[in-house]
C-alpha cells in the first residue's frame, strides 16, 4: 500500500489499523538503518498515538482525513517524542516544549509523526554530507548522495518506509533530493504553510512542504497544512484547494538559461522527453527567457548568507542546546558556536557578516535585493504569457558521496536551477521524470506563478503514467 | 577580486561570535575569496533606480491585538532545556 487514502480507508474500514500502519512503518525505517536517512524514531509516542486513534474509530468518533499515516519529519521541525536537532551538534540534545504548526495541523488530521529525517545541519548543503550524524545514501543507489538538505525526507518516501514525509525548501532543498531519489517534491509559494516551530534558515525564502511517492498525496498533504497561522506572520489565507476535473491546456515556457550548458546531456534527455509528452497531451510549449536566471546562484548566497548569519545568532550556547566549556562570557559564545557548527554553517555566518558589513552592504546585500526585484519583475512578465515555466530540477544526477565535499562552491552549484523560485517566491514542484541509462532517477521541475501550486500538481497528475 | 586577508577572517568571526582556530582561519579565507568572487557577478547587472526586494508576497504591516498568546510553555518547560542552571536561573561564566 503506498497511496495515502488507501491508508486512511484501510484504517477507517478495518481491514488494518493505526497501530500496523506504525509499526511496519517503524519495522521498515529499523530495516533500511544503513541509508541513515532516520536519525531518531518517535516510537513511543506514535504508538500511543495510534492507538487512541484506532480507539476513536471504535467509538465512532471523528479522527481526521489522515487518520493512521504515518510519516517523518526534517530534523528542524519541532517535534515531540525525540530530540530536534537540525542535524547539528549545538542542537544535539535539544527537546521542544513546543510543537510546529505544521506537526499540529498533521495530528489534528490523525496522521502519526514516526520519526525525524536527517539533513545538512541547518539545511545548509545540497547533499545531506554536512550532516553532524553522517551523510544519507541515495535510495537508488548507496554510493551517491540523498541530496539536500532534506535528504533524509527524501530517501525515507523513496525507499517506502513512509508515504510521506516534510522538508524545508530555501533553495531548493525539497526539489533537488526529490529529483536525485525519484519522488515528488513540493516547494509551496512562499507564506502557503506555516514555519512557526521549524529551525530558521533565511526566512525571505525558506518554505516547507511535502515529499511523497505520487502527486495525488501531494495534494491532500498540502491540503491539510496550508493556511494563516497567527504564529507565522508571513503566512497567506488559505487559497491551497486540489483541483478536480480535467486539466485545460496549458501554455507552458522552455526556460532556454536552465536548458543549456553545464547540464548533463543525459538531464536534458529526459527533460526534452517530458516536454514532449507535454506537447503529445496538448500543450503549448515553446521556448522563452529568463536573462536573470544564471544570476540567481550569486543572489541567494549573498541573501541567505546575510539572514543566516541573523538567524543563527541565536545558539549562543546560554538559554538552550550544547554549551562548551568557557571561563567567560565571550569564550563560552565563541567556543559553543565553534564546537556547535558544522563547517558550512560557520562559513555561512562568515559570508553573511559580511555582505552585512558597513562598506560592504551596499556592493553586496543591496545590490543582490534590488537584482532580486528585476527577477521578480522578469518572472511577473513571464506568468503574463505563460501559465508554466519548465526545466531540470538540477543540471546532475546524483553526484558519488565526498565527490563535492572539499569545494564548496561546487557543492552550491547543485542550487542553480532551484534558486530562482525561491528568491521571487513562486511555486515550483519537482516531478519524477525518468531515468539516465544508468538507472539514476531526473526529475523535472514546472514553476508556477504565486498561488498557483494547485495547478501546477494537477498539471503534474495529468501527466503521471501518460503515455504517447 | 575580493582579496580577504587572515586579520579580515578573525575578524568576521569576531563579529559572528565563532572562536575559530587556526586550521580553520585559512581554509575559511580561501572558500570566502573564491564565493565572494563568485557573487561578485552581479556587479554586471544595472540596478539603477530599482527598488530593493526584501519581501515576496505581498503582505506587509501583519498586526494583531496587543495581548499575550498562550503558548502552552510553561517557565519549568523553558528551564528544563538550559545547560547550566542555578536554582531558576540560567547560569553563565561571571561577566562583571
Same mark, same amino acid.
Given at each position: 500500500?503506498?497511496?495515502?487514502?488507501?491508508?486512511?480507508?484501510? !484504517?477507517?474500514?478495518?481491514?488494518?489499523?493505526?497501530?500496523?500502519?506504525?509499526?511496519?512503518?517503524?519495522?521498515?525505517?529499523?530495516?533500511?538503518?544503513?541509508?541513515?536517512?532516520?536519525?531518531?524514531?518517535?516510537?513511543?509516542?506514535?504508538?500511543?498515538?495510534?492507538?487512541?486513534?484506532?480507539?476513536?474509530?471504535?467509538?465512532?468518533?471523528?479522527?481526521?482525513?489522515?487518520?493512521?499515516?504515518?510519516?517523518?519529519?526534517?530534523?528542524?521541525?519541532?517535534?515531540?517524542?525525540?530530540?530536534?536537532?537540525?542535524?547539528?551538534?549545538?542542537?544535539?540534545?535539544?527537546?521542544?516544549?513546543?510543537?510546529?504548526?505544521?506537526?499540529?495541523?498533521?495530528?489534528?488530521?490523525?496522521?502519526?509523526?514516526?520519526?525525524?529525517?536527517?539533513?545538512?545541519?541547518?539545511?545548509?548543503?545540497?547533499?545531506?554530507?554536512?550532516?553532524?550524524?553522517?551523510?544519507?545514501?541515495?535510495?537508488?543507489?548507496?554510493?551517491?548522495?540523498?541530496?539536500?538538505?532534506?535528504?533524509?525526507?527524501? $530517501?525515507? &518516501?523513496?525507499?517506502?518506509? $513512509?508515504?510521506?514525509?516534510?522538508?524545508?525548501?530555501?533553495?531548493?532543498?525539497?526539489?533537488?533530493?526529490?529529483?536525485?531519489?525519484?519522488?515528488?517534491?513540493?516547494?509551496?509559494?512562499?507564506?502557503? $504553510?506555516?514555519?512557526?516551530? &521549524? $529551525?530558521?534558515?533565511?526566512?525571505?525564502?525558506? !518554505?516547507?512542504?511535502?515529499?511523497?511517492?505520487?502527486?495525488?498525496?501531494?495534494?491532500? !498533504?498540502?491540503?491539510?497544512?496550508?493556511?494563516?497561522?497567527?504564529?507565522?506572520?508571513?503566512?497567506?489565507?488559505?487559497?491551497?484547494?486540489?483541483?478536480?476535473?480535467?486539466?485545460?491546456?496549458?501554455?507552458?515556457?522552455?526556460?532556454?538559461?536552465?536548458?543549456?550548458?553545464?547540464?548533463?546531456?543525459?538531464?536534458?534527455?529526459?527533460?526534452?522527453?517530458?516536454?514532449?509528452?507535454?506537447?503529445s497531451a496538448g500543450h503549448m510549449l515553446e521556448e522563452v527567457s529568463l536573462p536573470l536566471a544564471p544570476m540567481c546562484l550569486a543572489?541567494?548566497?549573498?541573501?541567505?548568507?546575510?539572514?543566516?548569519?541573523?538567524?543563527?545568532?541565536?545558539?549562543?550556547?546560554?538559554?538552550?542546546?550544547?554549551?562548551?566549556?568557557?571561563?567567560?562570557?565571550?569564550?563560552?559564545?565563541?567556543?559553543?558556536?565553534?564546537?556547535?557548527?558544522?563547517?558550512?554553517?560557520?562559513?555561512?555566518?562568515?559570508?553573511?557578516?559580511?555582505?552585512?558589513?558597513?562598506?560592504?552592504?551596499?556592493?553586496?546585500?543591496?545590490?543582490?535585493?534590488?537584482?532580486?526585484?528585476?527577477?521578480?519583475?522578469?518572472?511577473?512578465?513571464?506568468f503574463k504569457k505563460y501559465d508554466v515555466l519548465i526545466g531540470p530540477v538540477t543540471p546532475t544526477v546524483a553526484f558519488k558521496l565526498?565527490?563535492n565535499t572539499d569545494e564548496p562552491l561546487k557543492m552550491y552549484m547543485t542550487d542553480v536551477m532551484t534558486t530562482p523560485a525561491n528568491?521571487?517566491?513562486?511555486?515550483?514542484?519537482?516531478?519524477?521524470?525518468?531515468?539516465?541509462?544508468?538507472?539514476?532517477?531526473?526529475?523535472?521541475?514546472?514553476?508556477?506563478?504565486?498561488?498557483?501550486?494547485?495547478?501546477?500538481?494537477?498539471?503534474?497528475?495529468?501527466?503521471?503514467?501518460?503515455?504517447? | 577580486?575580493?582579496?580577504?586577508?587572515?586579520?579580515?577572517?578573525?575578524?568576521?568571526?569576531?563579529?559572528?561570535?565563532?572562536?575559530?582556530?587556526?586550521?580553520? %582561519?585559512?581554509?575559511?579565507?580561501?572558500?570566502?575569496?573564491?564565493?565572494?568572487?563568485?557573487?561578485?557577478?552581479?556587479?554586471?547587472?544595472?540596478?539603477?533606480?530599482?527598488?530593493?526586494?526584501?519581501? %515576496?508576497?505581498?503582505?506587509?504591516?501583519?498586526?494583531?491585538?496587543?495581548?499575550?498568546?498562550?503558548?502552552? %510553555?510553561?517557565?519549568?518547560?523553558?528551564?528544563? %532545556?538550559?545547560?547550566?542552571?542555578?536554582?531558576?536561573?540560567?547560569?553563565?561564566?561571571?561577566?562583571?
Amino acid at each position: 500500500m503506498t497511496n495515502i487514502q488507501q491508508i486512511v480507508d484501510a !484504517v477507517m474500514n478495518g481491514s488494518s489499523t493505526a497501530k500496523q500502519q506504525v509499526q511496519d512503518a517503524i519495522k521498515k525505517a529499523e530495516d533500511k538503518k544503513d541509508y541513515n536517512a532516520v536519525l531518531s524514531l518517535t516510537s513511543e509516542r506514535a504508538l500511543k498515538r495510534a492507538d487512541e486513534i484506532d480507539q476513536k474509530i471504535k467509538n465512532g468518533e471523528k479522527v481526521g482525513k489522515l487518520a493512521g499515516v504515518p510519516f517523518i519529519a526534517k530534523d528542524n521541525f519541532l517535534t515531540f517524542g525525540a530530540p530536534t536537532t537540525a542535524a547539528s551538534k549545538i542542537l544535539g540534545n535539544f527537546k521542544t516544549p513546543i510543537q510546529a504548526t505544521a506537526i499540529e495541523k498533521l495530528e489534528l488530521e490523525g496522521a502519526i509523526c514516526i520519526g525525524k529525517a536527517n539533513l545538512d545541519a541547518f539545511a545548509h548543503g545540497g547533499s545531506t554530507e554536512n550532516s553532524a550524524y553522517g551523510p544519507t545514501k541515495n535510495a537508488v543507489d548507496q554510493t551517491r548522495v540523498a541530496g539536500g538538505s532534506s535528504g533524509g525526507s527524501a $530517501v525515507a &518516501v523513496a525507499l517506502g518506509i $513512509v508515504p510521506f514525509t516534510l522538508g524545508s525548501d530555501t533553495g531548493g532543498s525539497i526539489r533537488q533530493p526529490a529529483s536525485f531519489n525519484g519522488v515528488v517534491g513540493v516547494k509551496p509559494t512562499y507564506g502557503t $504553510v506555516s514555519r512557526f516551530g &521549524v $529551525v530558521a534558515m533565511a526566512s525571505s525564502t525558506d !518554505v516547507i512542504g511535502p515529499i511523497t511517492k505520487n502527486i495525488a498525496d501531494a495534494e491532500l !498533504v498540502m491540503d491539510v497544512l496550508a493556511g494563516k497561522d497567527e504564529y507565522d506572520a508571513t503566512t497567506l489565507p488559505n487559497f491551497f484547494k486540489p483541483r478536480i476535473g480535467e486539466v485545460k491546456k496549458q501554455k507552458i515556457g522552455i526556460v532556454k538559461e536552465l536548458m543549456g550548458e553545464g547540464v548533463e546531456p543525459e538531464v536534458l534527455k529526459v527533460t526534452n522527453d517530458y516536454i514532449d509528452k507535454l506537447r503529445s497531451a496538448g500543450h503549448m510549449l515553446e521556448e522563452v527567457s529568463l536573462p536573470l536566471a544564471p544570476m540567481c546562484l550569486a543572489m541567494y548566497y549573498i541573501i541567505v548568507p546575510a539572514e543566516v548569519s541573523s538567524n543563527l545568532a541565536r545558539y549562543d550556547g546560554v538559554r538552550y542546546g550544547v554549551r562548551s566549556d568557557a571561563s567567560d562570557l565571550a569564550e563560552l559564545y565563541g567556543r559553543s558556536r565553534d564546537e556547535g557548527f558544522e563547517a558550512e554553517n560557520k562559513r555561512r555566518i562568515l559570508i553573511g557578516s559580511y555582505v552585512l558589513s558597513s562598506g560592504y552592504y551596499d556592493a553586496y546585500y543591496n545590490k543582490a535585493a534590488k537584482a532580486r526585484t528585476l527577477l521578480v519583475q522578469q518572472f511577473d512578465a513571464l506568468f503574463k504569457k505563460y501559465d508554466v515555466l519548465i526545466g531540470p530540477v538540477t543540471p546532475t544526477v546524483a553526484f558519488k558521496l565526498g565527490e563535492n565535499t572539499d569545494e564548496p562552491l561546487k557543492m552550491y552549484m547543485t542550487d542553480v536551477m532551484t534558486t530562482p523560485a525561491n528568491l521571487a517566491g513562486v511555486p515550483a514542484i519537482s516531478v519524477p521524470a525518468g531515468n539516465t541509462s544508468d538507472g539514476l532517477p531526473v526529475g523535472v521541475q514546472l514553476i508556477g506563478p504565486m498561488k498557483s501550486d494547485a495547478d501546477l500538481l494537477a498539471l503534474a497528475k495529468s501527466m503521471e503514467g501518460y503515455h504517447e | 577580486m575580493a582579496r580577504i586577508s587572515k586579520d579580515e577572517v578573525m575578524h568576521l568571526a569576531s563579529l559572528s561570535n565563532i572562536s575559530l582556530t587556526d586550521e580553520e %582561519v585559512a581554509s575559511m579565507q580561501a572558500d570566502l575569496e573564491n564565493i565572494l568572487n563568485y557573487v561578485s557577478q552581479l556587479e554586471s547587472i544595472d540596478t539603477d533606480g530599482v527598488e530593493p526586494t526584501y519581501q %515576496v508576497n505581498g503582505l506587509q504591516n501583519i498586526d494583531r491585538a496587543d495581548e499575550i498568546i498562550d503558548y502552552g %510553555v510553561t517557565r519549568e518547560q523553558l528551564l528544563e %532545556v538550559v545547560p547550566e542552571k542555578l536554582d531558576d536561573q540560567i547560569k553563565v561564566p561571571e561577566v562583571i
